[in-house]
């Protein structure tokens, strides 16, 4: 398994601003994705994030409004950018560690809130 | 992306009952994930399944990966109040997972 941290935890933001989200992992990783989770609703995949490259993104999401670094095998960060309140969400940081272990493990979330 | 249909979508039930929620996709997947979630918190993995017919249990809990691939039921005994949470199945297939619709469970003392 992996054991995952997310900061920040929560925060409250306002329209217009732009918020990275960190993610760190006990140990290295092979793949690590970022979901948003909507309130009531199921994940939804973000992109995944790439170590020494751009990250993959799902349809429906772009890179200029969720910027995604990976510069090493146990961290990575999600930006979300010039935020409006339809941004309010969980965002959550997964990771899957290779290597025999194909499963996936999730962070503890951000939960985001936009004014 | 696709997300897999699962049922019921809520459960009211009172404590000592079983529970059996299941997923179905259109699609065949190579392992088969469900996951619970509490208020506030992530997704905790509860039991992984990798082949065609395994059943696994964790506790309480026991899971089968459906034999035709597209499938796979979760189900939790004797269920106690500490279960309430909404429980979430995920298929992985050519390196993507496809997540459930949730399941949200409330155990009544």
């Known amino acids: 398994s992996a054991v995952i941290s997310q900061k920040p935890s929560r925060d409250i933001c306002q329209r217009g601003t732009s918020l990275t989200i960190q993610c760190q992992v006990d140990?290295?990783?092979?793949?690590m994705f970022w979901y948003r989770q909507q309130p009531g609703q199921s994940l939804t995949l973000i992109a995944t994030?790439?170590?020494?490259?751009?990250?993959?993104?799902e349809s429906g999401f772009v890179i200029d409004k969720f910027p995604i670094s990976r510069p090493n095998l146990t961290f990575s960060t999600l930006t979300v950018s010039n935020m409006s309140p339809e941004d309010s969400s969980i965002y959550l940081c997964?990771?899957?560690?290779?290597?025999?272990?194909?499963?996936?493990?999730f962070g503890p979330g951000t939960r985001l809130l936009v004014l | 992306g696709q997300q897999l249909n699962q049922s019921p979508q809520s459960m009211f039930i009172q404590e000592g009952e079983d529970v059996s929620m299941n997923c179905t996709s259109s699609?065949?997947?190579?392992?088969w994930l469900w996951y619970k979630q509490d208020p506030g918190e992530g997704p905790v993995l509860l039991i992984a399944?990798?082949?065609?017919?395994e059943l696994t249990s964790n506790g309480r809990l026991t899971a089968q990966f459906g034999i035709t691939r597209k499938d796979s039921f979760l189900n939790i005994s004797a269920s106690i109040p500490s279960d309430v949470g909404i429980y979430f199945c995920?298929?992985?297939?050519?390196?993507?997972?496809?997540f459930g619709t949730g399941t949200s469970l409330t155990v009544i003392p």
């Open positions: 995920a298929g992985q297939g050519f390196n993507q997972f496809y």
């Open positions: 399944l990798y082949k065609a017919g």
């Open positions: 994030a790439n170590q020494g490259s751009e990250a993959t993104y």
């Open positions: 140990s290295q990783v092979t793949m």
């Open positions: 997964s990771v899957t560690p290779g290597t025999g272990d194909e499963t996936q493990y």
């Open positions: 699609s065949i997947f190579n392992t």
